[in-house]
């Protein structure tokens, strides 16, 4: 079975009083916003100033290919707020690996 998501994160809000699994904020990519899904593990609500581990399903990697490395830091908006940020931990879809 195809893994759905396409990273495993580390995910931390910095500016917003809660965030729930299912949050599906603007993220940036090598100068490109696109959305993603968060699922958080072992919690449905990350207050402002959490952090915890959960997967992100992008919406269109395709115009991102091979821009990800395990590592990297990737800022997530709303609008042009900066509500948190998020680090690499696994690539789960290779398309997205750096080469």
């Known amino acids: 079975m195809k893994n759905e998501n396409d990273i495993k994160a580390k995910i931390t809000v910095t500016d917003k009083d809660k965030c729930f699994s299912g949050y599906r904020p603007a993220h940036l990519i090598n100068n490109y916003l696109t959305t993603g899904i968060h699922t958080y593990i072992d919690t449905d609500c990350l207050k402002k100033g959490e952090s915890t581990e959960g997967y992100i399903k992008f919406i269109s990697p395709e115009y ?25 931990l696994e690539i789960l879809n290779d398309l997205l690996k750096a080469e």
């Open 64 to 88: 991102y290919l091979h821009t990800m490395n395990v590592g990297d830091i990737i800022i997530f908006q709303e609008g042009s707020k900066i509500v948190g940020y998020i680090e690499v």
